[in-house]
């Protein structure tokens, strides 16, 4: 059973920084990407950023320049440096796991951003 497991999250005022981490443990063979989404209350859930096992990385729009991506191959972790947060960055956010046979998500953790 693959589980993914996120923490970092919390309350941060606006212009702060926090960092999510996401730790995985069961069998996993093979991975194609790890990453990262949230969802704001009453909206659907949307990209934030993903890194490929080869390092290739994308962000959403609204990220790039504030939030960085990055990851231990070996270790099957990935993390989220969030700068410069604002308050329309406050959401749950979802780690993510796609291996060959599927994909797999986090419990999520509560970022808000408020003064």
């Known amino acids: 059973q693959v589980q993914l497991v996120e923490s970092g999250g919390g309350l941060v005022q606006p212009g702060g920084s926090l960092r999510l981490s996401c730790a995985t443990s069961?069998?996993?063979?093979?991975?194609?990407?790890m990453g990262w989404y949230r969802q704001a209350p009453g909206k659907q859930r949307e990209l934030v950023a993903t890194?490929?096992?080869?390092?290739?990385?994308n962000y959403a729009d609204s990220m790039k320049g504030r939030f960085t991506i990055s990851g231990d191959n070996a270790a099957n972790t990935v993390h989220l440096q969030m700068n410069s947060l604002k308050p329309e960055d406050t959401a749950v956010y979802y780690c993510?796991?796609?291996?060959?046979?599927?994909?797999?998500w986090g419990q999520g953790t509560q970022v808000t951003v408020s003064s």
């Open positions: 993510y796991l796609n291996t060959p046979i599927g994909g797999y």
């Open positions: 069961g069998s996993i063979f093979g991975i194609y990407t």
């Open positions: 890194r490929t096992r080869g390092g290739s990385i």
